[in-house]
């Protein structure tokens, strides 16, 4: 049983390093076409690797039991990993999103087009977000005041033109407002950040003292891998208290990222 589940475990992590870079339209005028195809590994690919690497490695020291409980570590430290990801990539746009409108601001203060100055704002930010200006950009092109909603980062500059539009504001004080809200929010995620440090290296020390108490345990003598992994209620009891780690892990990273979202 351990050796098909840690060659079903391989075989999948080849596959998924085998599978293509391209999309399917490609691979299917491949097959039409004579000319040679040079094989690449995809992108990201050892994210795919490693944690089956884990697993398999954990299925041949535990068992079934010990591969369930592997993808669940696994699990955990990857729901962590992305919530850190996720805050670095709001940090990131806020402030890309700060620096576009003093560009706006500045040129419009100027005098030049609001679709000029939002193409400038364009210019050096990340491309989501340029995406989004370039779009506003065309609008102001077509006369056309942009009243929908976008999809998060220029809301509030869509709201602030269309407000300026109807009540004869310049264009410049509602794009300043704009941009003093948007560093007024960046400043105080920044804070929560900081207040939110002791919460999560707290979560991450209670995390880890399963792991610390199983080596306390092998340094005694107590052999509780020996247990863990070589009994039925040890494999059990191994994979439940996973599971609780990865649900504990979820918990903390949600409670902790909403507190510095709102």
């Known amino acids: 049983m351990v050796v098909v589940v840690t060659c079903s475990l391989l075989l999948s992590g080849c596959a998924l390093l085998s599978w293509p870079a391209d999309g399917s339209a490609a691979r299917l005028r491949g097959l039409w076409e004579a000319k040679p195809r040079s094989w690449q590994v995809p992108a990201g690919w050892w994210r795919v690797a490693s944690p089956v690497a884990v697993i398999a490695l954990a299925a041949v020291a535990g068992g079934p039991a010990g591969a369930v409980a592997a993808g669940l570590l696994t699990a955990a430290v990857r729901c ?3 919530a850190e990801r996720q805050a670095r990539v709001r940090r990131a746009l806020a402030a890309a999103l700060a620096d576009a409108m ?6 419009l203060r100027a005098g030049a087009h609001p679709a000029r100055a939002v193409e400038v ?8 977000l340029a995406g989004e200006l370039r ?11 942009p009243r929908g909603r ?15 539009d109807e009540h004869g504001v310049p264009l410049a004080e509602a794009a300043d407002s704009v941009r003093r809200g948007v560093v007024a929010e960046a400043a105080f995620a920044a804070q929560c950040e900081a207040r939110m440090a002791g919460p999560r290296a707290s979560a991450a020390v209670l995390a880890l003292l399963p792991v610390f108490g199983v080596a306390l345990g092998e340094a005694m003598g107590a052999s509780p891998v020996r247990v863990l992994t070589g009994t039925v ?30």
């Open 80 to 82: 962590r990993w992305r």
């Open 102 to 107: 003093r560009a706006m601001v500045t040129e």
């Open 121 to 128: 704002a364009a210019e050096d930010s990340p491309p989501a």
């Open 135 to 145: 779009e506003l950009a065309g609008h102001a092109r077509l006369g056309v005041v």
């Open 150 to 164: 976008g999809t998060g980062a220029t809301d509030a500059l869509r709201r602030a033109w269309a407000l300026a």
């Open 233 to 262: 209620a040890g494999q059990l009891l191994a994979v439940a208290g996973c599971a609780l780690l990865f649900a504990g892990v979820v918990w903390s990273s949600r409670v902790t990222g909403r507190a510095v979202t709102r």
